[in-house]
Nanobody, 125 residues
């Protein structure tokens, strides 16, 4: 499974960006997620979506500002980010599990076997 993330860039605080993550190579993932990382922090959960049901889960820090969605036709997961803050600055990674992740583990990066290359989001104040 290959994941290709795109859509990062530089935006002013209060602005918006939409990230995309295209999956190829065949996957039976249950969850696809977005994480982010800065040099100062460990990889941090942002959002995840259950592919079959479209149920979504968010970190408290982004709830109400970010929306994760997916397109089965395009085999792509999106992360729409609104009202961006400087503290959202990070490299954003998309990830897919192998289909066996349980609900209580869907925010844990170790549950995800496949990772994209990362896309940088920079929010200026």
């Amino acid at each position: 499974v290959q994941l290709q993330a795109s859509g990062g860039g530089l935006v002013q605080a209060g602005g918006s960006l939409k990230l995309s993550c295209a999956a190829s190579g065949g996957t039976s993932s249950r969850y696809m997620a977005w994480f982010r990382q800065t040099p100062e922090k460990e990889r941090e959960f942002v959002a995840t979506i259950e592919w079959r049901t479209r149920y979504t889960y968010y970190a408290d820090s982004v709830k109400g500002r970010f929306t994760i969605s997916r397109s089965s036709r395009e085999n792509t997961v999106y992360l729409e980010m609104n009202n961006l803050k400087p503290e959202d600055t990070a490299v954003y990674y998309c990830a897919a599990d192998m289909g066996r992740t349980i609900l209580s583990a869907n925010r844990n990066p170790t549950s995800y076997a496949y990772w994209g290359q990362g896309t940088l989001v920079t929010v200026s104040s």
